[in-house]
């Protein structure tokens, strides 16, 4: 298995920043996505996430601690992401002075990519998400 692990702060509340980085189906369209559409509620929950070069990727949340602000999820389609056994780890810190660090840690095996390759995008889902968070709350 291979691991990524990206840690970046955002100048803003933890509370602030675990309210957008955990609302599962709050992925709104961008660059790459298409939208994204949710079944269910709490842990089990399944987000869809359509691309706009084609494919989804289709998610279930596997666990969420409000009180910790950390959730996982997992990767439950053959997706067109080069990865196999995929899952991942979104925590948020209070980092003191109204700021909050996120640690965004996922592992998986690299399928049909090298390796280096697949780490770079997945280290690059992850730098977006967390920018894509910081442009929601302004900061």
Excluded: H
């Amino acid at each position: 298995m291979t691991t990524v692990n990206v840690k970046e702060n955002v100048a803003a509340s933890a509370d602030d920043v675990w309210r957008v980085l955990s609302d599962f189906g709050g992925i709104e369209p961008n660059e790459m996505i298409a939208g994204c559409s949710l079944e269910g509620e709490g842990v089990g929950a399944v987000r869809t996430i359509s691309l706009k070069g084609g494919g989804e990727i289709v998610e279930r949340l596997e666990s969420l601690d409000d009180d910790a602000r950390v959730f996982r999820y997992a990767i439950i389609n053959d997706c067109p992401l080069p990865v196999k056994s995929y899952t991942a780890t979104v925590a948020v810190i209070d980092a003191g002075s109204g700021a909050a660090a996120v640690d965004w840690s996922g592992s998986f095996e690299a399928a049909g990519a090298p390796e280096d390759q697949v780490v770079a995008l997945i280290e690059g889902v992850y730098r977006g998400g967390i920018q894509r968070a910081r442009d929601k709350l302004g900061v």
